[in-house]
């Protein structure tokens, strides 16, 4: 049995949910490359003060492809057991579809469907032909599970971020990579506000136990943070 150490690459971690999936797999013993978007020092700078050695921190915005291309020059001879990618933004969860302003509907759908997928896109080369690579969605993102409405932007851009990774799987059939969407639940965080359900410290260690139980097994899953499968 192999005692190499294991490694992930978290894009989207200087705050919330992708800080908290940088500190629980540090604290299992994973070696972390994680990214911030900007120069400035965040609490993943403060996380690496106590992890020396363990977590290394790269600038990376999403959305911009030329600095994807750089995060992927910089990373080239590195091969991690783990690409998880987490990005969201949202807007006013009362507007509606037909209200909302292209340029808002254009950040929305950018970040959070076009830019994951770019950034599986040139990075998959960089993961162990048995690795996983998995990103952050929602329940919200279940067409099927939509019967309360709202939040009509944010769910179409993580339907169509599903969308895209299902495309994507359909792309990969025959590898040995686990491929997983995660539905983290409802997270008290900035973007899930003060009245959510789960703590993160609720939320992240299952969905750590989520990914770990996936792989091994190849394929596509839209899973929650319990592993419980989350319809299309």
Known sequence: MSDKRLSALIVGASRG????????????????????RGQTKTALHDLQARHAGSLEIET?????????????????????????VNAGVTNDPDERIGNVSTDEFIRVMVTNALSP?????????????SGTIGVMSSGLGSVADNEQGGWEVYRGSKAALNT???????????????????????????????????GIEESIPRVVDTISAQSGTPGLKYLDYMGRTVRW
Do not use: K
């Open 117 to 129: 997928m770019r950034v599986i896109e040139t990075l998959d080369g960089l993961v162990s032909p």
């Open 17 to 36: 949910l992708g800080l908290a999936l940088a500190e629980e797999y540090l604290r299992r013993g994973w070696h972390v490359v994680a990214t911030v």
């Open 60 to 84: 990376v915005d999403i959305v911009a492809q030329d600095q994807v291309d750089a995060l992927r020059g910089r990373l080239a001879e590195r091969t991690f057991d783990l690409l998880f």
């Open 164 to 198: 895209f990774m299902r495309s994507y799987a359909a792309r990969q059939r025959g590898s040995r990579r686990s491929l997983v969407i995660i539905a983290p639940g409802w997270v008290r965080t900035d973007m899930g506000g003060p009245h959510a359900t789960l």
